[in-house]
Structures are given as C-alpha cells and as structure tokens.
C-alpha cells in the first residue's frame, strides 16, 4: 500500500493538534487543565527569565487562555507534578517519576548537572544537610546564609545551594513546591514513601522506550531524528522503535512534502478521516521554550522558522532582541516580538515586532495577532500595549498603542 502523501501545512497541522495549538481552547480553563496540557507536552521547560511572564506559565496559557498562574504551582504543592532533567530542567507529571528514577541513580552520566567531585569533597556537609532536612523538614537554599556577604550570581552560588542541586540531580531530595519561584526541597524518602528502588525500577532500556513513546505522541508527526531530542536521548535505538511500533500499529509511515518520510501517530489519524488537513485557528504568543520551538532544527524544518534566543548575546551583536517570543496564527510561525512586561506600571512594550518575509499581511493576521497579544497583555495585568518598532502595514492597521479593560 502506497504511503499517504501529507502536504507541508498538513503536517503542521497535525504536530500542533498534539501539542494544544491547532485551535483556541472550547472553555475556561481549569485546575484540572494543567496536569492535562503537561500529560499532552510530557514535558514543561522550566527558564526564570521573566522579562515577561516565566516561560511554564507562558507555555501554558499559550494552550489554556488566561488562568492564574498559581494554579501551576498549586499543581507541584498537590503532588500531581514533579521537577528533574528531562529536555532540560522541567516539570513533569509525577506518574512519571520511574521514567527518570534509572538517570537519579546514575548522576554521574549527567555531566555538568551533577558535580562528583564537588559531592565527595563536601560529603561530610551534605550528609548533615540531609540529616537537618529529615529531623527539621523542607528547605530552600535561601535558607542559609552565604558565607561572603556581597557574593551573588550563579556564577558563585553559596554551598548549600550547589550541595540541594547536587542532591536533586541525584534524586536524594525533590522539590515539593515554589515560593516566589524559589525550589523547595524535601527528602525523596519522604515524597515518595511507597517507592523501593529494588521493586518498582524499571530497567534503563524500557524507561527510554517509554520516555520515547511519548517524544512520539506528543510531536504527533516526526522524522525519528527528532525524537531523540525531546528527553536528551542520545543514544536511543530509534530505528528499532519505530519498526516495533509500525508493526504494532502505533504509528504509520506517511511522505510529507519537502520533507519525505516521517512518522505518524496513531492518535491523530482520526483528523485525517475526511481526507482533509485539520483546520489551524489558533493564534498565539509562544514562549522560546515551548516545545514546538525548543528543538530549533525542527522550527527550522517544520515551519521554515529559523529561532536563536539571544538573550546571551551582546546587544550591538542581536539580530531581534533580548527576548523574542514566536507568534503563531492559524499554523504558521509567522514572526516573532520581543516584548518587556512592565509591571509597575502595566505596560506591556513590544520593543519590535517582526513578521516573516513570506508572511502576507491581510485582515485575519492583524485581527488574529492583535487579539493574541492582547489576551497576553491582559492575562500578565496589563492595562496598555506600547509598540515601537513593527511592519508599516501592521502599524497602519492597530497604531503604535493601545488600551486594555481589565475585568
């Protein structure tokens, strides 16, 4: 049987169907949602740049509409959610803890995330750490003072802080909550008490295997170069999945155009049942960690949208910005803005706004981009939108300011 021929657009469509974005969400959101969209993206990058809303509420509201963002940190303080390594430092759901209980066990595979040297030469400390958190309870690094008064940056994090790293990386403690979005840590033992690493660990080859099933359900449609890339896989045997997989009918093999063969999952065949591409209505403002953006050779290859963030860069050297967020509407990354929130104030800036050169400015893009700001704005408390540099054709549209009615 001839493999189905998919077209570009298709293929977008269906990868945002797996990740929440094809279309706006039907309702409000609920606290219920927020476990459910981290199931559906397995993953939730942490980053504490908060130029703008931090980057795991944003992911969030990208998919859910407005929501309080405490809901998210009500989430990891109920147990539904634990943090660790992952695609990088991310929230997960805690179900999946025997997923990354084998990498906790083997921390130094991990490379600069776990400190070996630094954890035997402070033994001694850490093993008092350990003993004051299980006799005193949950601790922060903040906790402790630093022993040079003056000294800041992660450049030169006080001991007690590299010494609850060290110990998160080696799953001794976890983290039980975030105050200010300041980790809070409690003994493993103590967070999770049923857990025995002799009868629930799973063997390392069928954590990965799990772990990359769900790479393939959240993507949705890939080529199997990228499904190593989600949960920092590097050594998987892709190949041998996905034959398992064709022959267990969890994914098809599909040819998309300019991109050949790549692979489908079967929960997305029923939006192919028509014979039709699903319709993309979405438009949204996307953190630079969501994860349709996160493996930026994906971006590159999936939605001709070649992303750097340069918030690292020095500033004369910036192409864009400090912090420049994609802008999708209707399946397409049609450009990108970098925004500051000022929250004294409740300016939303949009320092610059720039479209793709491809992108053709017409009434739905100006309607659909100004609504997905604007909810942006409102949702972080906003109550104007200044813009200082965007497409002529855009500024004609929408000005250069305007007013936002909080409810």
């Not at 079967?266 to 996307?286: E, F, I, Q, Y």
Request: with cysteine.
């Amino acid at each position: 049987m001839a493999e189905p021929v998919l077209s570009l657009q298709t293929a977008r469509n269906l990868h945002l169907a797996a990740q929440g974005l094809l279309r706006k969400p039907r309702r409000r959101a609920r606290p219920e949602d927020i476990l459910a969209a981290i199931t559906q993206m397995s993953l939730l990058q942490i980053d504490t740049i908060n130029v703008v809303a931090r980057s795991p509420y944003l992911v969030l509201f990208s998919r859910l509409g407005c929501y309080p963002m405490h809901w998210l940190d009500d989430a990891l303080a109920r147990g539904e959610l634990m943090e660790y390594w992952a695609h990088e430092a991310c929230f997960l759901p805690r179900s999946d803890f025997e997923l990354v209980r084998h990498q906790m066990l083997q921390p130094e595979n991990m490379g600069w995330k776990y400190r070996a040297e630094w954890m035997a030469e402070h033994a001694a400390d850490i093993a008092e750490l350990l003993d004051w958190i299980e006799q005193n309870g949950p601790v922060r690094s903040a906790d402790f003072e630093h022993p040079r008064p003056g000294q800041r940056g992660w450049w030169d994090w006080k001991p007690h802080k590299r010494h609850l790293e060290g110990l998160f990386s080696a799953g001794k403690v976890m983290v039980i909550e975030r105050r200010n979005f300041q980790r809070v840590y409690d003994l493993t033992a103590r967070v999770m008490p049923h857990w025995d690493d002799d009868k629930h660990l799973l063997p390392q080859e069928l954590a990965q295997a799990r772990m990359l099933e769900n790479s393939a359900r959240s993507l949705g449609i890939f080529k199997s170069a990228w499904l190593a890339d989600y949960y920092r896989l590097k050594r998987a045997p892709l190949a041998e999945h996905i034959v398992r997989w064709q022959a267990e009918g969890r994914v098809v093999s599909v040819e998309v155009e300019s991109l050949g063969q790549m692979w489908l999952h079967r929960d997305l065949l029923p939006l192919l049942d028509n014979g039709k591409s699903p319709r993309a209505t979405h438009s949204a403002v996307l953190s630079p960690f969501d994860p349709v953006v996160w493996d930026r050779r994906r971006a590159e290859q999936l939605f001709n949208f070649t992303y750097r963030l340069e918030c690292y860069t020095p500033a004369p050297k910036r192409q864009y910005g400090y912090f420049t967020l994609p802008l999708l509407h209707c399946g397409q990354l049609v450009g990108r803005m970098d925004a500051k929130m000022h929250r004294k104030t409740g300016e939303l800036a949009i320092i610059a706004l720039y479209l793709e050169p491809e992108v053709a400015v017409r009434a739905s893009l100006v309607t659909g981009l100004q609504q997905a700001i604007t909810e942006f704005a409102l949702w972080q408390g906003a109550t104007s939108v200044t813009l200082a540099s965007q497409p002529s054709a855009l500024q004609a549209a929408w000005g250069s300011a305007w007013e936002i009615q909080q409810p």
